[in-house]
T-cell receptor, first 113, second 109 residues
Framework: NAGVTQTPKFQVLKTGQSMTLQCAQD?????MSWYRQDPGMGLRLIHY???????DQGEVPNGYNVSRSTTEDFPLRLLSAAPSQTSVYFC????????????FGQGTRLTVV | RKEVEQDPGPFNVPEGATVAFNCTYS??????FFWYRQDCRKEPKLLMS???SGNEDGRFTAQLNRASQYISLLIRDSKLSDSATYLC??????????FGQGTELSVKP
């Protein structure tokens, strides 16, 4: 089973460039979310979605956009990359609300120079 | 105040030791609680859910105290393979999965 697939695994961007981190899940999960992880900060929620067509902001949404046109896909767009967005990004999905295990992708290590 | 706060790490313990992690949360309406494990900046994986009555899975015991708003994880007879970062996690009312900053455990021979 593929589970949650994130691409790319590594990326280097120049300041001001834009890019999209891809996330796809094949478990028919309603809930999907994006996190960033920085040293000493834990995982911080960027955006999340409770179903196709519905998205909402998390703790640190500035500089990022998301859309959820299908149940399977939840891409994260960096509009104009900044060095402060250097981080490890994780996509997660889960079935139902609040009581079930969340499954994570393998992460994207992004460096903005 | 952060919604979830964990014991600062790292915890360095010898094999066979018992180690306990605590985590406090600020929102009394938080709905469900978990411990996740993360190895070497890989993706987090569910270790165990935490129930009000307390629950045990082998060497691991998790407890929830809603009145005091904290959860705990006890690891008995630590193994080298237990070395990892342990993340306290909760779902809040809006369906958001909120993580603590994590506590690093290093088990030494």
């Amino acid at each position: 089973n593929a589970g949650v697939t994130q691409t790319p695994k590594f990326q280097v961007l120049k300041t001001g460039q834009s890019m999209t981190l891809q996330c796809a899940q094949d478990m028919n999960h309603e809930y999907m979310s994006w996190y960033r992880q920085d040293p000493g900060m834990g995982l911080r929620l960027i955006h999340y979605s409770v179903g196709a067509g519905i998205t909402d902001q998390g703790e640190v949404p500035n500089g990022y956009n998301v859309s959820r046109s299908t149940t399977e896909d939840f891409p994260l767009r960096l509009l104009s990359a900044a060095p402060s967005q250097t981080s490890v990004y994780f996509c997660a999905s889960s079935y139902g609300q609040g009581y079930t295990e969340a499954f994570f992708g393998q992460g994207t290590r992004l460096t903005v120079v | 105040r952060k919604e979830v706060e964990q014991d600062p790490g790292p915890f360095n313990v010898p094999e066979g030791a018992t180690v306990a992690f605590n985590c406090t949360y600020s929102n009394s309406a938080s709905q469900s609680f978990f411990w996740y494990r993360q190895d070497c900046r890989k993706e987090p994986k569910l270790l165990m859910s935490v129930y009000s009555s307390g629950n045990e899975d082998g060497r691991f015991t998790a407890q929830l105290n809603r009145a005091s708003q904290y959860i705990s994880l006890l690891i008995r007879d630590s193994k080298l393979s237990d070395s990892a970062t342990y993340l306290c996690v909760l779902y809040n009312q809006g369906g958001k999965l909120i993580f603590g900053q994590g506590t690093e455990l290093s088990v030494k021979p």
